[in-house]
């Protein structure tokens, strides 16, 4: 058996019920709409597999990563904007 199944909030509630019926623990999650929802189901997962650190690792490398996308196209592309990213 599985330690944990992650799924996510559209998954089936019967689905979810029987894998719990299993007794195995299942941890869902809100399907990622933005960039924030995907940065909480890391953590989420990360705190789920206690490796909170390693999770937070991930989400600060995204972190910079965005902001050199960010940095970039403001250099190449002045007029255009990335708004969506850091809502």
Avoid at 9 to 14: G, N, R, Y
Avoid at 15 to 42: E, W, Y
Avoid at 75 to 80: A, D, G, L
């Amino acid at each position: 058996h599985p330690d944990v199944v992650f799924a996510y909030d559209w998954t089936s509630k019967d689905l979810i019920q029987n894998v719990r019926n299993f007794g195995i623990p299942v941890v869902v999650m809100k399907g990622p709409k933005t960039i924030a929802d995907v940065k909480k189901n890391i953590r989420t997962v990360a705190k789920a597999l206690q490796i909170s650190s390693q999770g937070e690792a991930l989400v600060n490398k995204m972190d910079i990563q965005l902001q050199d996308i960010h940095n970039t196209k403001e250099k190449n592309c002045p007029n255009f904007t990335y708004d969506y990213l850091w809502r």
